[in-house]
């Protein structure tokens, strides 16, 4: 129904105007939330799980010192860590020798 000139138009009442207010900041906030959160954390496999006590395992038997683990033991780092084995060592060790 068409409103014609002569006739003043209503005003918005004031809850309608809240609540479109806040389902924007809600839509905004979602979306946020969905770009801009952590991606969620994958289940640690059992393969994981028996690499992290293989290395474990090297870090008790070079009793926490980086320069006492063997070339055996090194290649056996590489080989399941690439490039980054001192820094997996390091990790391990700081969350096993305590």
Same mark, same amino acid.
């Given at each position: 129904?068409?409103v014609?000139?002569n006739e003043?138009a209503k005003?918005?009442?004031?809850?309608?105007i &809240?609540?479109?207010v !806040?389902?924007? &900041?809600?839509?905004?906030?979602y !979306?946020?939330y969905? /770009?801009f959160?952590?991606?969620p !954390?994958?289940?640690v496999? +059992?393969?994981?799980t028996? /690499?992290?006590?293989? &290395?474990a395992d090297?870090?008790k038997?070079? /009793?926490?010192?980086i320069?006492k !683990?063997?070339?055996?033991d090194? +290649?056996?780092l590489?080989?399941?860590t690439g490039p980054?084995?001192?820094n997996?060592?390091?990790?391990v060790? /700081?969350r096993?020798?305590k």
């Amino acid at each position: 129904m068409a409103v014609s000139r002569n006739e003043e138009a209503k005003p918005l009442p004031l809850p309608a105007i &809240i609540a479109g207010v !806040v389902l924007a &900041i809600g839509a905004a906030g979602y !979306v946020a939330y969905r /770009n801009f959160s952590p991606p969620p !954390v994958a289940a640690v496999t +059992a393969g994981e799980t028996s /690499n992290e006590a293989k &290395i474990a395992d090297i870090v008790k038997r070079s /009793n926490g010192d980086i320069t006492k !683990v063997s070339p055996e033991d090194q +290649a056996t780092l590489q080989k399941m860590t690439g490039p980054f084995w001192k820094n997996v060592y390091t990790d391990v060790k /700081n969350r096993t020798m305590k």
